[in-house]
């Protein structure tokens, strides 16, 4: 039986591998893109699928002390090697050595995964029929780790917390040590990290890819980083420059000089505008008539405006210039808020003290929910840097506000005669743009409005697109302004109620206007349009809130004959590289997967199997779809959540610990709970949670974050106690039968875990979240069909 003390670091050494586990997908999030902070998901279950091999191959595994300080060291050590080895994202096409540099990034992040996965595997293995408990307690550890790591992130830096994970590490190692001297050893250790946690040398500081904006921007005659902060979910830097110019569509005709204004950057992208602009001074509504979103105030004079994804202020600033008689801002980034109002504010001229100004608590999205109009301008403002569509680099970026669903609940704030306001980028070919104008149109479809034609407009600079629905057709002296306003400022009409041909593109001129006739033939046949289209123009929703997403496979034979030849990041599509991850994870996966069954059939672990080669198969899929199942509904209830709490962190940080935890409650009921009616149930639960999620979520979204949070614990909990039995069920059956076999079960599960959270990033981008959990529901249904029939 054991001791409290090796219970206590086994629970260390679990919470120490999901502190980092989270840690890692805010380093890779800032350091690089996207795709690399999800892929550590499947990296840290791939690494306890290594650890089965370990153990089958060594079940005389070295001291827990010995692999805990191990795991210490090695956590530390993938932190210095991702950041000090250089790695070139957008040479990877045709840089052979810069695929062997990504994949030892991939090596040293899994390592650390690998020792804590021996760990519980070793305590797995010598618990006998109790084989339950060190499970619950993995799995416990675990979900206080997560939880550990939303508060450690409050207070630290991503890089610190690394250091706090490897301190948690070698505390383990000390609980688990027999001996005073390594006890002492590891307390040293274990002391050492924590200082280093809590005072971070500059020398292991983070550093950047240089294509990221923040590393390009410091490179600036000048620059000089004024401000960095850090949260849970996003680290801020604030660099001032002279090069500092962030006017998203100003026209071509706008006189006199521009403000001052600072940069600001999020997790490394941006820039957002700090500006040096007071809205009562004259030059600023000259400034402001010279920017698209300009037309919806003359049009609504005196406007009473709702501002989403409202950046570092520049919107709100420009819209008070324009004569808004009021303007409520949402809290979509609290970092940004800080800043404003502290050490920036009077560089922004106390913009938040403005009393035609009030900010509320809420991202834009619960904001949707929480206001109550209505409002004469509703406004999405501009607050993404450009991203060319080739790159494909932020395919798997979800964005909540970008979605049918968030376009109709704005279009439903609006007065009778409100307009709704959106600004995206031009890209060519047209997609961005394009995209945003195909899920407007949907929006105004479920509103009631058939017939959209006479409701919108749209217009184009050098590099924006603006469009304007109105709540009722444009009246002619609306179109008059309208017209009035594209001259003036040398913008170009895309679609526009009674357009005439001579109008079309004559001041910021194309080889052909492919925009209008796009936007037109959106407009007259709108699913025709999208099915035959090069790229992916279906309207993002809840369900699917990929807007950058723009793959389609009739894209593959082009993209794959430029591959090597465009400076792209990627070879050109993030879904691409997906696919890619998805061949590695499983060229990983299968030997991991078989090699323990392997080494166990020969005898060489030196254990007995009595009748292995009759069960092995029924085994095999057994925890095989163990492992599909609970990656598939864990990661969409992650991506489903962060619609609930604003934030991907908090939604990670909140689902794995209420999954963690419960199934740890579940393992421990395990042996009380009958095994085949325990999956019945299980089966019933996920499939009214992939039912109930799109229904509850929007009723929710108004509602405080601690009722959030509490709904948040609420809703997942059944499911998770149920997810915790079959697998300390299956474990204690293999005890039973073929004990032997206790590696290769936790290796196959690993293994098919890592390939499941590639699969439903895969199934996410093409078939929404709904498929993904029901997905999830089919493979705990495979496992009730290859589960034992009694225990």
């Known amino acids: 039986m054991a001791s409290r003390a090796s219970t206590l670091g086994l629970a260390l050494v679990s919470a120490a591998s999901l502190l980092f586990e989270v840690a890692l997908t805010r380093l890779f999030a800032i350091q690089q893109f996207y795709h690399f902070a999800f892929v550590v998901v499947s990296l840290a279950v791939m690494g306890t699928a290594a650890s089965g091999v370990l153990l089958a191959a060594r079940p005389r595994h070295p001291p827990l002390a010995a692999l805990a300080a191990a795991f210490a060291c090695l956590t530390a050590a993938a932190y210095l090697v991702i950041n000090v080895l250089p790695f070139d994202s957008y040479s990877l096409a045709w840089d052979r050595r810069q695929m062997g540099v990504l994949c030892l990034y991939f090596l040293m992040a899994a390592a650390p995964f690998l020792l804590a996965g021996w760990v519980t595997g070793a305590c797995l293995m010598t618990a006998g029929p109790t084989l339950h408990r060190p499970y619950a307690t993995n799995l416990v550890g675990a979900g206080l780790g997560s939880l550990g790591a939303l508060l450690a992130l409050n207070h630290l830096s991503a890089e610190a917390t690394v250091f706090l994970a490897a301190a948690l590490g070698s505390l383990a190692a000390c609980c688990f040590a027999a001996r005073p001297l390594p006890r002492l050893g590891a307390g040293l250790l274990s002391l050492l990290l924590f200082l280093l946690s809590w005072r971070l040398p500059p020398l292991l500081t983070l550093q950047l890819s240089p294509y990221k904006p923040l590393a390009s921007a410091r490179l600036a005659p000048g620059a000089r980083t004024t401000v960095s902060l850090w949260s849970a979910s996003t680290r801020l830097d604030v660099v001032e420059g002279g090069s500092v110019h962030v006017f998203p569509g100003l026209s071509l005709n706008a006189a006199g000089s521009l403000p001052l204004q600072a940069a600001v950057f ?33 049009l609504r004079p005196a406007a009473r405006v709702l501002l989403l994804d409202p950046g570092a202020g520049l919107d709100a600033s420009l819209a008070l210039a324009l004569g808004a008689a009021h303007v409520t801002l949402p809290t979509d980034e609290p970092l940004v808020m800080q800043v404003l109002a ?44 450009y991203h060319p569509v080739t790159s494909g680099a932020f395919s798997l970026t979800e964005d909540y506000l970008l979605t049918v669903q968030a376009f109709g609940d704005a279009y439903a704030l609006l007065d009778q005669d409100g307009l709704l306001v959106i600004t995206r980028w031009l890209q060519t070919p047209p997609s961005e743009s394009a995209r945003a104008f195909a899920t407007l149109l949907e929006a105004l479809d479920r509103s009631g409005v058939h017939e959209p034609a006479s409701q919108v407009l749209a217009y184009r600079t050098m590099r924006t697109a603006t469009l304007i629905a109105s709540r ?13 306003f594209l001259e003036e400022n040398g913008y170009d009409p895309i679609v526009l109620p009674g357009l005439r041909p001579e109008e079309l593109n004559r001041h910021n001129r194309l080889p052909s206007d492919d925009y209008h006739t796009l936007f037109s033939a959106l407009l007259a046949d709108r699913s025709a349009t999208i099915s035959l289209y090069d790229f992916n123009l279906r309207p993002p929703t809840d369900d699917q809130p990929f807007f950058f997403h723009f793959f389609r496979w009739r894209q593959t034979p082009e993209l794959l004959a430029r591959l090597g030849q465009t400076w792209q990041p990627f070879g050109g599509s993030g879904y691409l590289v997906l696919l890619a991850l998805m061949g590695l994870m499983v060229i990983l996966g299968v030997p991991l997967a078989l090699a ?51 934030r991907p962190s908090i939604a990670l940080a909140a689902v794995l610990f209420t999954l963690l935890l419960s199934s740890g409650v579940g393992s421990l009921l395990s042996s009380r709970v009958p095994l085949r009616p325990s999956l019945l149930a299980l089966i019933a ?10 229904t509850v979520i929007p009723i929710a979204l108004p509602w405080t974050l601690a009722t959030r949070l509490g709904l948040t614990v609420l809703m997942p ?25 206790i590696p290769w079960a936790w290796a196959v ?43």
């Open 266 to 298: 999020l997790d490394g992208e941006g820039p957002l505008a700090i500006t040096s602009m007071s809205p009562d001074d004259p030059a600023a509504a000259e400034l402001a008539g010279h920017m698209p979103a300009a037309l919806a105030y003359r």
């Open 342 to 385: 502290g050490p920036y504010a009077s560089f922004a001229q106390d913009l938040l003290s403005q009393p035609r100004l009030s900010l509320l608590p809420r991202p834009s999205r619960g904001t949707l929910r929480l206001t109550q109009g209505p409002y004469d301008v509703v406004q999405f403002g501009l607050s993404d840097p």
């Open 596 to 646: 323990p069954f392997a080494l166990l059939r020969r005898g060489r672990a030196g254990q007995p199997m009595p009748g292995p080669s009759a069960r092995a198969p029924r085994f095999l899929a057994y925890f095989a779809c163990l492992g599909a199942g609970y990656l598939l509904v864990e990661l969409p209830l992650i991506q489903r959540t962060t619609l609930l709490l604003d």
């Open 749 to 791: 599960n690993g293994a098919v875990s890592g390939v499941s959270g590639v699969l439903a990033a895969l199934l996410s981008l093409e078939f929404g979240f709904t498929a993904v959990l029901a997905g999830g529901a089919l493979a705990y249904a495979c496992a009730w069909a290859a589960a034992p029939p009694r225990e």
């Open 717 to 741: 909990s059944p499911l998770g106690v149920l997810m915790g039995v079959p697998f300390a069920s299956g474990l204690r059956q293999v005890e039973a039968r073929s004990p032997g076999l």
């Open 472 to 484: 009722r057709p444009f009246t002619d002296g609306e179109l008059a302004v309208t017209r009035s």
């Open 685 to 694: 639960c996920v499939i009214v949670t992939t039912v109930g999620l799109p």
